[in-house]
């Protein structure tokens, strides 16, 4: 009997390669995107996950969340992305230039010392390179201490001079010899921290205010907006200026920054009141509102647990483009002098000390803070732009 002629193989699929294929293991990556796929298809999928599949294509998006994670890193500790402290001083280098990045191989990554000189046409201090002095640079530098968040002390620096007394100003200096890139990144301590806050603060005023004006309406609800449009009728910025001046000029840091904050929110809540209420209005008389309150569910809970998480997606949009306003503030009241003040530093008291012409002129390098203000902002109307976009339900 003739041996069975062997079967041929299919023209599509290979049965080894199909098998070792099945075999194979899948990988976690595989499985995560499988599993995302599946719940895309079946509408399965959570709500903060679909704003995040659009989201993330948006690339102007993408860019503000890199630039405003990299902005709040350097908040948390700016002490370690600095060279030095924004409080120490060389009277020495008072307005010295930015130095030069330079790389050799004896001396590796260095920057070159300034030699002060009187220029004799103006009769103003030029500094110049001094080639015989060499700073070495080195990373996890050694230096001024610090403390991370303000609690956890350290003395290490991203990027510093490898002999702790020497002094490097990558960004230059002020008028007092400090650094000024130690300066911008203490600042953003205060000003990117007074605009989350301040935000937060109004966000919980505006829900708890609009959400009761739209939620029962009638005398509360007339009542409510009457307050609103008067208090948004007052030129934003004599109010500010108004509450501000009545800081004493004795108090701490701690304290104006504290007034300061509940000042900004307490003026920027009504916004966000109107918003809710209207999203309250039209969200109010629907099944599951109905549902909850034949359950026996309190006015409360049906505030906070079914009508806003219908529309925190928009709520988290509007906060997302309100914190530039509130950086914006901050800024201009202490650029005015009606904020915070020396020894506090943030990104307006350093616009402050560069407001003289002459300061411009001789070094304007001390503008860098103004720069630092317009990219936060940026970011943040990429990003809030970009959440508006992806938490809109018939956006395409």
């Given at each position: 009997m003739?041996?069975?002629?062997?079967?041929?193989?299919?023209?599509?699929?290979?049965?080894?390669?199909?098998?070792?294929?099945?075999?194979?293991?899948?990988?976690?990556?595989?499985?995560?995107?499988?599993?995302?796929?599946?719940?895309?298809?079946?509408?399965?999928?959570?709500?903060?996950?679909?704003?995040w599949?659009?989201?993330?294509?948006?690339?102007l998006?993408?860019?503000?969340l890199?630039?405003?994670i990299?902005?709040?890193?350097?908040?948390?500790?700016?002490?370690?992305?600095?060279?030095?402290?924004?409080t120490?001083?060389?009277?020495?280098?008072?307005?010295?230039?930015?130095?030069?990045?330079?790389?050799?191989?004896?001396?590796?990554?260095?920057?070159?010392?300034?030699?002060?000189?009187t220029?004799?046409?103006?009769?103003?201090?030029?500094?110049?390179?001094?080639?015989?002095?060499v700073?070495?640079?080195?990373?996890?530098?050694?230096g001024?201490?610090?403390?991370?968040?303000?609690?956890?002390?350290?003395?290490?620096?991203?990027?510093?001079?490898?002999?702790?007394?020497?002094?490097?100003?990558?960004?230059?200096?002020?008028?007092?010899?400090?650094?000024?890139?130690?300066?911008?990144?203490?600042?953003?301590?205060?000003?990117l921290?007074?605009g989350?806050?301040?935000?937060?603060l109004?966000?919980?005023?505006?829900?708890i205010?609009?959400?009761?004006?739209?939620?029962?309406?009638?005398?509360?609800?007339?009542?409510?907006?009457?307050v609103?449009?008067?208090?948004?009728?007052?030129?934003?910025?004599?109010?500010?200026?108004?509450?501000?001046?009545?800081?004493?000029?004795?108090?701490?840091?701690?304290?104006?920054?504290?007034?300061?904050?509940?000042?900004?929110?307490?003026v920027?809540?009504t916004?966000?009141a109107r918003?809710?209420?209207?999203?309250?209005?039209?969200?109010?008389?629907?099944?599951?509102?109905?549902?909850?309150r034949?359950?026996?569910?309190?006015h409360?809970?049906?505030?906070?647990?079914?009508?806003?998480?219908?529309?925190?997606?928009?709520?988290?949009?509007s906060?997302?483009?309100?914190v530039?306003?509130?950086?914006?503030?901050?800024?201009?009241?202490?650029?005015?002098?009606?904020?915070?003040?020396?020894p506090a530093?943030?990104?307006?008291?350093?616009?402050?000390?560069?407001?003289?012409?002459?300061?411009?002129?001789?070094?304007?390098?001390?503008?860098?803070?103004?720069?630092?203000?317009?990219?936060?902002?940026?970011?943040?109307?990429?990003?809030?732009?970009?959440?508006?976009?992806?938490?809109?339900?018939?956006?395409?």
């Open positions: 003739p041996p069975p002629a062997p079967q041929a193989d299919s023209p599509h699929e290979d049965p080894t390669q199909a098998e070792l294929a099945r075999s194979k293991p899948e990988s976690r990556r595989q499985a995560r995107r499988r599993k995302q796929a599946l719940a895309l298809r079946d509408g399965s999928a959570s709500q903060t996950r679909l704003i599949r659009k989201y993330r294509t948006n690339p998006g993408l860019i503000g890199g630039v405003l990299v902005l709040y890193v350097i908040a948390a500790a700016p002490g370690f992305f600095s060279p030095h402290n924004a120490t001083s060389s009277p020495d280098y008072a307005g010295a230039p930015p130095q030069q990045l330079r790389f050799s191989p004896e001396h590796g990554l260095h920057v070159l010392g300034l030699t002060s000189e220029s004799l046409e103006t009769l103003a201090r030029e500094y110049v390179p001094d080639p015989e002095h700073v070495e640079l080195r990373l996890f530098a050694k001024d201490p610090y403390k991370i968040l303000g609690l956890i002390p350290a003395d290490r620096h991203l990027l510093g001079p490898s002999d702790p007394n020497e002094r490097v100003y990558l960004l230059g200096a002020d008028q007092a010899g400090v650094d000024m890139l130690s300066k911008i990144n203490f600042g953003a301590q205060i000003s921290s007074i989350l806050i301040g935000v937060l109004s966000a919980l005023i505006g829900i205010v609009g959400g009761i004006s739209g939620y029962f309406g009638g005398v509360a609800d007339s009542l409510i907006q009457r609103i449009e008067f208090i948004m009728s007052i030129p934003t910025l004599p109010l500010w200026l108004g509450l501000a001046a009545a800081i004493p000029p004795r108090w701490g840091i701690v304290q104006t920054y504290l007034v300061l904050t509940c000042i900004l929110s307490l920027g809540w916004g966000m918003v809710i209420r209207g999203r309250v209005l039209q969200a109010r008389d629907e099944d599951f509102v109905t549902a909850a034949l359950d026996g569910a309190g409360g809970r049906i505030i906070l647990r079914h009508l806003m998480p219908s529309f925190m997606s928009h709520i988290i949009a906060l997302s483009l309100a530039p306003s509130m950086i914006l503030a901050e800024t201009a009241l202490s650029f005015l002098g009606m904020g915070l003040r020396a530093v943030s990104w307006g008291v350093l616009l402050r000390d560069a407001q003289q012409l002459q300061v411009v002129v001789n070094a304007p390098w001390m503008l860098l803070p103004g720069l630092a203000v317009v990219l936060t902002v940026v970011a943040f109307n990429f990003v809030g732009d970009a959440l508006r976009d992806a938490a809109d339900p018939y956006g395409k």
